[in-house]
């Protein structure tokens, strides 16, 4: 299973734009960047994927490096609901879901 | 929409008890997961039905856990005998869509002590 790499924590104020980065220097052609979230005492929840192109959902932008080998996940603006770990995945078309240790980010007020 | 649903949320047991957890997916979901979470580690996959079918048993402890998912709906997760080191969360997640891009969706978990 290819693997990535995320920093152990970041810290965010509150209504700022926060920027975690993701390093997957192995990945194949076919895998597909996946970002979930884990808020304390929960499962983990689907934040959003892509596979070459930059996306946009109600939560996040996806910006994807033109190599495809780092990707970088943008919370537009920091809540403190959004103080969570999060999960960079590559995942093929196993459908198995391969989890790291992510990033635990802090969001202060 | 109902979520996936996990029973019990939570459970303490003695070492060498045995223990079972149920999953009941999102309607329709053909794919379902269990996964293991120790406190401070990302979740492990432990094993990944197609349907009714295992796609995928390759880290689940064989010897002393197993997994059905009778009529490709409702799974149980069982241990026995329960050793310490398997204190831990256990998450349940289905998925509608195959090939790389679907969407998994959690349950909350059901808590396991060991003592």
């Known amino acids: 299973d290819a693997k990535t790499t995320q920093p152990n924590s970041m810290e965010s104020n509150e209504e700022e734009p926060v920027h975690l980065p993701c390093n997957h220097s192995?990945?194949?052609?076919?895998?597909?960047i996946h970002w979930y979230r884990q808020l304390p005492s929960q499962g983990p929840e689907y934040v959003i994927h892509?596979?070459?192109s930059n996306v946009n959902n109600r939560m996040a932008s996806l910006a994807i490096a033109e190599d495809r080998k780092s990707s970088t996940l943008i919370l537009h603006r920091a809540t403190l609901r959004d103080a969570a770990v999060y999960y960079c995945?590559?995942?093929?078309?196993?459908?198995?879901?391969?989890f790291g240790t992510g990033t635990r980010l802090q969001v202060f007020p | 929409e109902a979520g996936v649903a996990q029973s019990p949320r939570y459970k303490i047991i003695e070492k060498r008890q045995s223990v079972a957890f149920w999953c009941n997916p999102i309607?329709?979901?053909?794919?379902l997961y269990w996964y293991q979470q120790i406190l401070g580690q990302g979740p492990k996959l432990l094993i990944q039905?197609?349907?009714?079918?295992?796609?995928?048993d390759s880290q689940l402890p064989k010897d002393r856990f197993s997994a059905e998912r009778l009529k490709g709906v409702d799974s149980t997760l069982k241990i026995q005998p329960a050793k310490l080191e398997d204190s831990a969360v256990y998450l349940c997640?289905?998925?509608?869509?195959?090939?790389?891009?679907?969407?998994?969706?959690f349950g909350e978990g059901s808590r396991l002590t060991v003592l």
């Open positions: 997640a289905s998925s509608l869509l195959r090939g790389g891009t679907g969407e998994l969706f």
């Open positions: 192995t990945i194949s052609g076919t895998d597909y």
């Open positions: 892509g596979l070459t």
């Open positions: 995945i590559l995942r093929d078309d196993t459908d198995k879901l391969i």
């Open positions: 309607s329709g979901h053909a794919t």
């Open positions: 039905f197609q349907n009714n079918g295992v796609v995928d």
